[in-house]
């Protein structure tokens, strides 16, 4: 069953909108950089309105561990995602299911890197651009290699026009998405997250 998280969430009404269109894991940015980016109070009240069973997630760049830690302690992070140059040994010290990010391009070996993350429960396959994040670009998915020894979680440029043809020619465990669902950076639309996860859905049981 085809996973859907909306990313970059920093309010309520947002939040509450992600839940009510179906989303099953919500992102909190902790990326000083990134415009989506949220301080402690804001992300822990963020993160209480999550209901049963979907998952929070914090979204890391090679941060320092006790600013991990000290994010997890304030925090009810489900799962971490690292999107930096972080690796194994860093992701699992601390203790938590964790997703490591991919930014792919012509030449990238992502059946090398995943075999890197023995311990991760997935990888994020995200399009390559300067610094961190996928800038919202797609890439070409005849990028991506069969017999990833992970589950892969698709992310970069999607949005509700694409999302469809997407899952239906990379078939992956989820889908990630932050810009194509915003009205501007960090403030998200009600109806793109609908249309979004409604297209999504609708490939996955196609």
Known sequence: MLRIKICGLTREQDMRAAIDAGADALGLVFYPPSPRCVDLEQAA???RLAPPFVSVTGLFVNAEPQRVHATLAAVPL???QFHGDEDEAYCRQFGRPYV???RMRPGFDLLQYAAAFPSA???LV???VAGYGGGGRAFDWNL???GLSKPLILSGGLDAGNV???VARVRP???DVSSGVEAAKGIKDAAKIRAFIAAARAAATD
């Open 45 to 47: 009240r963020l993160a």
């Open 144 to 146: 991506l290699p069969s």
């Open 173 to 175: 465990a989820a889908v």
């Open 100 to 102: 490591k990010a991919a």
């Open 121 to 123: 429960q997935a990888i």
């Open 78 to 80: 489900h799962l971490l």
């Open 164 to 166: 469809g043809a997407a």
């Open 126 to 128: 995200d399009a390559f």
